[in-house]
């Protein structure tokens, strides 16, 4: 065989046998630090192939030896934000109101939790910030009907508003139209009363007499629950009529209709929704729209 061997008369090596027209093929092998290079390479690539997910079939895949996933990484670090958070949620809970102000961490992660307990439960009946809507009370305005400061607000919270629970909290007003205890004409003249003097209204069907009459009505049947200024009364839940925030949309029709048959809000109790804590954390939010006491 060794005989078969040609070399090429110019360079010496040796040539494969191929020849075109002549011209000859050398045998010049790879560069030995090109060829480890790259056995080393795949020698890489296969151990990594092995060892990390690589080979996908059908809805899964194989996990490689060693089970790395940057899915498990992301899980490991949410749990490890969520236990942090359950410490810092724990503190809220039993710490008070007083002390969680004093605490600039425990209070930032309350007003986190708040403000996404907020968007998640409140919102939609009270509005984004809120801002409220006809028959959801404006939290950030600052006219309460059962109080402003945080100890009321996490009671109206927790037990909610004729939500049926004995403690939740409750309040009535006469059905003075539907159940006749005013004659419409006198309906009429107590709803130009109030809309004049309290809701700051101008109503040129109002007239001085009508509006006379309606405060003298005012004073014997609505006084007791709204205060003979209109200041209400939030040991009765009454709410502030000299105002310009409202809870029914602050017109005059809404005034009617509320002395004929009375638009009585429901507002869920939270504390089967929501921990004590998370509630606390809440109730800060909603003081801090703008409106607390
Ligand atoms: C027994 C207490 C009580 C009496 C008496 C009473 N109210 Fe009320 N009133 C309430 C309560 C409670 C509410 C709040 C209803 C709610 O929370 O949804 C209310 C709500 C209102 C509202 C809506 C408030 C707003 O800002 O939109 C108006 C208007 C109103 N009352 C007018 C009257 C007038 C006029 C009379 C007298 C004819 C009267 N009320 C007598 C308890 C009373
Ligand atoms: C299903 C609608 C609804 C949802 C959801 C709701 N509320 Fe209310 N909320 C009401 C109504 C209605 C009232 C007023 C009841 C009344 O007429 O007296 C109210 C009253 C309140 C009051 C009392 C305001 C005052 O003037 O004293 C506070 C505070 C309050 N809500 C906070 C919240 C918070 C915080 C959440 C979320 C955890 C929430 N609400 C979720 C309907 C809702």
């Known amino acids: 065989m060794a005989s078969n061997i040609e070399r090429d008369h110019v360079t010496g090596t040796e040539t494969t046998g191929h020849e075109w027209d002549g011209l000859k093929e050398l045998n010049t092998p790879l560069p030995k630090w090109w060829l480890y290079t790259w056995i080393a390479c795949t020698i890489w690539a296969l151990v990594m192939f092995?060892?990390?997910?690589a080979i996908p079939y059908g809805k899964s895949y194989f996990h490689g030896l060693i089970g790395f996933s940057t899915r498990d990484e992301v899980a490991a670090d949410?749990?490890?934000?969520?236990?942090?958070r359950n410490v810092m949620m724990s503190k809220v809970g039993s710490a008070s109101f007083d002390d969680i102000r004093k605490n600039p961490e425990l209070l930032a992660a309350a007003q986190t939790a708040g403000?996404?307990?907020f968007a998640n439960n409140c919102q939609p009946c009270h509005g984004a910030g809120g801002s409220g809507q006809v028959g959801y009370p404006a939290l950030a305005a600052g006219a309460w009907i059962w109080g402003g400061k945080l100890e009321d607000?996490?009671?109206?919270?927790t037990y909610g508003i004729r939500s049926g629970l004995d403690q939740a909290r409750d309040s009535q007003m006469p059905k003075f139209g539907a159940d006749g205890l005013l004659k419409p004409a006198e309906i009429q003249q107590v709803a130009d009363y109030v809309e004049t003097a309290y809701f700051g209204l101008k109503d040129k069907d109002a007239t001085p007499a009508s509006i006379k009459a309606g405060e003298a009505l005012y004073a014997t049947n609505c006084a007791a629950c709204h205060g003979d200024k209109g200041e209400g009364n939030r040991e009765v839940g009454a709410p502030r009529l000299a105002s310009k925030v409202h809870l029914n949309g602050g017109t005059r029709e809404s005034i009617v209709k509320q002395v004929i048959t009375p638009h009585l809000g429901v507002m869920p109790n939270w504390n089967t929704r929501l921990d004590a804590a998370t509630i606390?954390?809440?109730a800060i939010y909603v003081h801090d729209l703008g409106g607390g006491e």
């Open 50 to 53: 092995v060892l990390y997910p």
């Open 78 to 84: 949410v749990k490890a934000v969520q236990a942090q």
């Open 115 to 117: 403000r996404l307990t």
């Open 153 to 157: 607000i996490q009671q109206t919270l």
């Open 280 to 282: 606390k954390s809440v």
